[in-house]
Nanobody, 126 residues
Framework: QVQLVESGGGLVQPGNSLRLSCAAS????????MGWFRQAPGKEREFVSG????????YYVDSVKGRFTISRDNVKNTVYLPMNSLKPEDTAVYYC???????????????????WGQGTQVTVSS
């Protein structure tokens, strides 16, 4: 198992930016795909972004393309999600997740991820 701790959430006005971080520990981080999910009040948790184990390919839900950019640092065992041009509809609890199997491609479903962080709240409001 891998332990994941998110940070960087907060309250921002529309149009502003935040950078989420997810620090991993407990197993070899660099071999696993990583993802970010979010859950807004009253809604299902949804895939936001994912990155392959080597950072060679990234994935985004359509609503965040061009505004969010996932990256990872396999030396620091950390994955990042800078979020720009934030909108009220981005308000949610954001979760970091690690894939179940090493060297897997990113599969954009919850079932493909076996380890989860506790979540960090992002609120976009004027």
């Amino acid at each position: 198992q891998v332990q994941l701790v998110e940070s960087g959430g907060g309250l921002v006005q529309p149009g502003n930016s935040l950078r989420l971080s997810c620090a991993a520990s407990g197993r070899t981080f660099s071999n696993y795909p990583m993802g970010w999910f979010r859950q807004a009040p009253g809604k299902e948790r949804e895939f936001v972004s994912g990155i392959r184990w080597n950072g060679g390919r990234t994935y985004y839900v359509d609503s965040v393309k061009g505004r969010f950019t996932i990256s990872r640092d396999n030396v620091k065992n950390t994955v990042y999600l800078p979020m720009n041009s934030l909108k009220p509809e981005d308000t949610a609890v954001y979760y970091c997740a690690a894939g179940r199997r090493p060297l897997d491609n990113v599969v954009q479903t919850e079932a493909a991820f076996g380890s989860w962080g506790q979540g960090t709240q992002v609120t976009v409001s004027s």
